[in-house]
T-cell receptor, first 113, second 115 residues
Framework: AQSVTQPDIHITVSEGASLELRCNYS??????LFWYVQSPGQGLQLLLK??????LVQGIKGFEAEFKRSQSSFNLRKPSVHWSDAAEYFC???????????FGQGTRLTINP | DAMVIQNPRYQVTQFGKPVTLSCSQT?????MYWYQQKSSQAPKLLFH???????NEADTPDNFQSRRPNTSFCFLDIRSPGLGDAAMYLC??????????????FGPGTRLTVL
């Protein structure tokens, strides 16, 4: 069965520092990969997605993610975080035809001023 | 401008009193999903509609039902809410779903409190 692991439950970074959130997936074929962000009390907003092609994907709000097949990873990065980036981040995978997302447990990001 | 709308945003009900949550979409998407998200947890899929076809997850309790009277609207009915059903309920839509190259668009959620 597919699974998604986000090893870091909680990360704290200083404003202006770089950020990397880790995501590992378990799936035999190439999955479809997503990163969503959730602010407190809100729904999920899509940051970026990978289906095929260029393994470095650009998203909204200055985020990017890199698909590495050899490591089964899809890590999210941002060169310089802003206080407004404080939120919960979810990595998700969907297999072809499944119509279902499998979510990781999420990583809560705290920004120090 | 809103694409996936959920009403109400906050719902308080009493233990055992039936409650209905509403979701509507302006995207004309074929697929609509209902997720349950408990505090500090990932969203958990309850069921989804592919057009009029209902697809229930194996571990979704019978207490949870859903209706989709037309393309735009989908309802989540909780027949006898228990304290453990207090959660955020998220509605999502996707255009097609068959190919897998689909993005799910989420509503803002309904926070359900059970007293």
């Amino acid at each position: 069965a597919q699974s998604v692991t986000q090893p870091d439950i909680h990360i704290t970074v200083s404003e202006g520092a770089s950020l990397e959130l880790r995501c590992n997936y378990s799936y035999g074929a190439t999955p479809y990969l997503f990163w969503y962000v959730q602010s407190p009390g809100q729904g999920l907003q899509l940051l970026l997605k990978y289906f095929s092609g260029d393994t470095l994907v650009q998203g909204i709000k200055g985020f990017e993610a890199e698909f590495k097949r050899s490591q089964s990873s899809f890590n999210l990065r941002k060169p310089s975080v802003h206080w407004s980036d404080a939120a919960e981040y979810f990595c998700a995978v969907e297999r072809e035809g499944a119509q279902k997302l499998v979510f990781g447990q999420g990583t809560r990001l705290t920004i120090n001023p | 401008d809103a694409m996936v709308i959920q009403n109400p945003r906050y719902q308080v009900t009493q233990f055992g009193k039936p409650v209905t949550l509403s979701c509507s979409q302006t995207l004309n998407h074929n697929v609509m999903y209902w997720y349950q998200q408990k505090s500090s947890q990932a969203p958990k899929l309850l069921f989804h509609y592919y057009d009029k076809d209902f697809n229930n997850e194996a571990d979704t309790p019978d207490n949870f039902q859903s209706r989709r009277p037309n393309t735009s609207f989908c309802f989540l009915d909780i027949r006898s809410p228990g304290l453990g059903d207090a959660a955020m309920y998220l509605c999502a839509t996707s255009r097609d779903g068959a190919s897998g190259r689909d993005t799910q668009y989420f509503g803002p959620g309904t926070r359900l409190t059970v007293l």
